[in-house]
């Protein structure tokens, strides 16, 4: 197998839906690569990435792991990623950090929505790809299936690296078709035997051997001479195509086997360091883009250790004991530990502090690191995930991460008074790990909101605070932000009028309300001629109508969209003042109202919603059944997009409903669009409902 060339690094992303084994096979790769000398165990807990309690709880990866090791002198910085849709926030941002990608895919498991969208990522990034395709030791499983799926899918050709050879339940070996070798190995094996194909095997190697010699020939012009002079390529010709075509994203290499009883895993390392490129070769093809953070102009690193260092920190990990630790991909340049830099997109200069090399758990101090490095950095103080870290004397800012948005909400209530303060400051240091949650305090409802990209990550939240922090909360549907508006002019007289036998209090004006245009506030305006209120007094008229909108006639919610004019009153010389005035007010405006047609406001949300095509007339007759009007719907690659327009209240559990409609495939995002009058017959039990819940409160 051939040596590393150019420099001995390689950054790559292992990418895949949850449970097509893409930890066993980062445990594989460990095993084989000399990192740990014995595999560890998803259902024992003992793998190396997944080491946090909910991990192993689970079993299933809930948060990005650094596996770093080295191979044929190469050194290895493996990122492994969660695979759940809801933690996609994740792979997302592991893949701003790497300069290739393994992508792990399975029969059982198939080409799930999560892995669609991770590809796309992938495709916006131009990242060099290998395709494995994992358990091959199941009885019944096929390879030209799955190689199919994928070509459909992922529109992209794959290309056998390796055949698999008898795959099912005793299944050992792979043909290895650049090598020319047969590769067998078992579970235990830390060596795999390369032995000469043998003759019941010259078929299979021969054919998958000419379709591989085509594709590289095919995608150059002076390789497609070669082969048709020659008939064939040399193997060096092979490889210094295969190289390119990875490295320009012609086709996709492709290798199968099995992560558990550690075949094809030879093969697929050797390709990491034969095939994907460096972060030089890969800097040179898609040098790092960013801006000038003062001058806003356009800058470019192409990852060399002599250019200025810059870095990205695409992962944060608070530690309740150790504090926090910055993943970072070191673009360019060279630095030592604790020296000092900038950080481009906060404007403020921070202090290094220790550098580690990672390994799952495992942490070992560096002194200093160089272009291509994958680091951890321990207490940045003002560095979050998505900033950049520049030498001062020739800053650069990287675009921040492109996350997606949470769709699911629960208000939160801390199960003790001990507990607030807890639930506060931890949820704020989960969200400085994982950015895809969201935490509110809002201001309308008085709830805490926690917001997340489905269940399971909302769950997950709440177990490591109550891990980490030691506060528990219960969960329940958050309250809508209703408002209360009016459909027709109204008038009406505020006389606030009290004698104490002293100084009395005397305040008369009459106001007008009139209903404006939806999404327009509300106005005051002074039409007060001739002296009847001093001009003194108004704001205090406005005052207290600005107070009566904060509790509306119908169920107390907040009045929007109204104009209200002052026109007329009286007052005292001596009786009146700026509280008589500011009661005035605001009795003339809860008259009025009620005399204008008041009505219900709720929140319209748009949704876009990405569902495959045998599931959308059930998508679209659901959205119907929750008041929602479809806007459009457009093909895409892999399904429809609907657009529509939905009710908030009809949306507050949607992420579920829409995983049990399309079988996890379907996915969709929401953003506010406008407030809409709520249909009469659902009016009146709102108002009983959000009567009750005062009186609760009241009771309490």
């Known amino acids: 197998m051939e040596t590393a060339r150019v420099e001995p690094v390689r950054n790559i992303a292992i990418v895949s839906s949850a449970g097509a084994g893409k930890t066993s096979l980062s445990e594989a ?98 990242l060099p790809c290998l395709l494995f395709v994992n358990g091959l030791d199941k009885e019944g499983v096929s390879f030209e299936p799955i190689l199919e799926t994928c070509r459909k899918q992922l529109n992209r050709t794959p290309v056998p690296m390796t055949v698999p050879v008898n795959p099912g ?102 390709a990491l360091i034969c095939l994907l490129p460096s972060p030089s070769e890969r800097g040179l093809v898609h040098p790092w883009s960013g801006i000038h953070p003062e001058t806003q102009e356009r800058c470019e690193r192409k990852g060399s250790g002599q250019e200025p260092f810059s870095a990205f920190v695409f992962k944060t990990i608070i530690d309740p004991f150790a504090g926090r630790l910055s993943y970072c991909r070191v673009v360019s340049g060279t630095i030592h530990a604790d020296a000092s830099a900038l950080n481009a997109s906060q404007h403020v200069r921070e202090k290094l502090g220790h550098f580690y090399t990672v390994l799952g758990k495992r942490h070992v101090p560096v002194e200093s690191v160089k272009g291509g490095d994958i680091v951890a950095i321990a207490k940045l103080k003002d560095t979050h995930t998505g900033d950049t870290l520049s030498h001062e004397s020739s800053p650069i800012c990287y675009p921040r991460i492109g996350l997606p948005k949470p769709i699911l909400s629960y208000a939160i209530d801390a199960k003790s008074k001990a507990d607030i303060d807890k639930v506060s400051l931890g949820l704020h240091k989960l969200i400085e790990e994982d950015p895809t949650l969201e935490f509110i305090r809002n201001s309308e409802t008085k709830e805490m909101v926690l917001s997340g990209l489905g269940q399971f990550h909302i769950d997950l939240a ?76 108004i704001p205090a008229v406005e005052k207290g109508v600005l107070d009566a909108m904060h509790d509306g006639p119908l169920s107390g919610f907040p009045v929007v969209d109204v104009h209200v004019a002052v026109y007329d009153g009286s007052y005292h010389v001596v009786d009146s003042s700026e509280m008589a005035f500011k009661i005035a007010g605001s009795m003339a405006f809860r008259k009025a109202m009620e005399t204008a047609h008041p009505v219900l406001l709720e929140p319209i949300m748009t949704v876009e919603i990405e569902a495959p095509t045998d599931t959308v007339g059930t998508v679209m007759g659901d959205l119907n059944a929750r008041r929602g009007r479809i806007i459009a719907v457009n093909a895409q690659d892999h399904g429809e997009q609907i657009h529509a327009l939905v009710p908030l209240a009809e949306l507050l559990r949607y992420a579920t409903t829409l995983t049990a409609i399309t079988a996890g495939r379907g996915t969709y995002v929401m953003d506010f669009a406008h407030y809409d009058e709520v249909p009469r017959e659902l009016t009146g039990k709102i108002i009983e409902r959000h009567k009750a819940e005062k009186q609760t409160v009241e009771a309490h």
């Open 462 to 537: 709440l177990e490591k605070l109550q891990r980490k922090f030691g506060a528990d909360v219960s969960l329940h549907t958050p309250k809508i932000p209703y408002r209360e508006t009016i459909k027709t002019k109204s008038q009406a007289q505020g006389k606030y009028k009290k004698q104490t036998g002293g100084h009395g209090q005397y305040g008369d004006c009459w106001l007008e309300i009139a209903p404006l245009p939806r999404g327009n506030g509300c106005a005051f305006e002074n039409r007060v001629v001739g002296g009847a209120i001093p001009r003194n007094f």
């Open 29 to 126: 790769l460990l095993y084989v690569g000399g990192a740990i000398p014995v595999r560890g165990s998803i259902t024992q807990g003992t793998t190396v990435s997944d080491f946090e309690p909910e991990e192993i709880r689970h079993r299933s990866s809930t948060s990005t792991s650094l596996l770093q090791f080295t191979w044929q002198d190469t050194h290895i910085n493996l990122i492994d990623p969660p695979g759940a849709l809801a933690l996609l926030g994740e792979p997302l941002a592991a893949l701003r950090a790497v300069d290739a990608v393994i992508i792990v895919v399975s029969e059982q498991i198939g080409m799930r929505t999560e892995l669609a969208r991770v590809w796309e990522r992938i495709n916006e990034l131009e």
């Open 169 to 270: 339940e005793h299944f050992d070996c792979v043909i290895d078709v650049r090598q020319k070798t047969l590769v067998r190995s078992g579970p235990g094996a830390a060596k795999a035997d390369q032995v000469p194909i043998t003759q019941d095997l010259e078929n299979l190697f021969n054919g998958a051997r000419k379709q591989l010699v085509e594709a590289v020939a095919e995608s150059g012009d002076a390789l497609l001479e070669t082969y048709v002079a020659k008939g064939d390529l040399s193997d060096e010709e092979l490889l210094q195509g295969l190289r390119r075509d990875v490295l320009t994203r012609q086709f996709l290499p492709t290798y199968g086997g099995s992560a558990l009883r550690n075949v094809g895993i030879w093969s697929l390392l050797d």
